[in-house]
C-alpha cells in the first residue's frame, strides 16, 4: 500500500514564455518525479516518453484566459486525452477573491485536472501530483482489471 501512496512517474513540464519564478523541478526529481519539457505552444511529446504514469504540469506567470480557453486544442495537438493536467499559476492581483475564484473555475471547465495559485508549499505541490498520478490509468497500472473488475449486480 505504501507503494501506492508515495508513488512517484514521468510529468511533462510546460513553463510559460518568459515565466520569471519557474519551479525548482530539481527538488521534484528529488522527490522521484522524471521530468520532460517542451516549450509554451510546442506539440510535440519527447521521443523519450514512456507509457508510465504521467501529468502535464503547465505553469504559467498569470492566469491566461486564451491559453485556458485552448486546453482542448494543446490536448488534442499533444493526443493526450487522459493525461491528466495540473495548472500551477502565477499569485493573482485581483482584488476580489472571487475572481480568483471565477478563473480557477473556468480552468477546472476548460479541461484543466489541478489548479494550484502561487505561492505553493513544496509539500502540497508533490502530494497533488501523486495524487493524480494516482488516478492516471496506464497500460502497466489500470485502474480495473478482468481479474479485479468490480461485479455489478443484476
Not at 501506492?4 to 513553463?15: D, E, K
Not at 500551477?88 to 489541478?114: F, K, N, W
Not at 497533488?128 to 492516471?136: H, I, N, P
Request: glycine share 4%; charged share 20%; net charge neutral.
Amino acid at each position: 500500500m505504501t507503494q501506492a501512496l508515495y508513488m512517484s512517474g514521468n510529468i511533462l513540464y510546460v513553463p510559460a514564455r518568459n515565466l520569471r519564478n519557474p519551479i525548482q523541478t530539481e527538488f521534484l526529481a528529488a522527490e522521484g518525479f522524471v521530468f520532460y519539457q517542451i516549450r509554451h505552444g510546442e506539440e510535440k511529446v519527447p521521443e523519450q516518453w514512456s507509457s508510465e504514469p504521467y501529468v502535464i504540469l503547465l505553469e504559467m506567470e498569470a492566469f491566461d484566459p486564451e491559453f485556458i480557453r485552448n486546453v482542448p486544442q494543446f490536448r488534442a495537438a499533444l493526443g493526450a486525452y487522459r493525461i491528466p493536467i495540473l495548472a500551477l499559476v502565477g499569485p493573482t492581483r485581483l482584488p476580489l477573491p472571487q475572481e480568483a475564484i471565477r478563473q480557477e473555475a473556468e480552468a477546472l471547465d476548460s479541461g484543466i485536472d489541478a489548479y494550484l495559485q502561487k505561492p505553493i508549499s513544496f509539500t502540497r505541490l508533490v502530494a497533488r501530483l501523486r495524487v493524480l498520478l494516482r488516478r492516471t490509468p496506464t497500460p502497466s497500472n489500470p485502474l480495473y482489471s478482468c481479474q479485479h473488475a468490480p461485479t455489478i449486480p443484476r
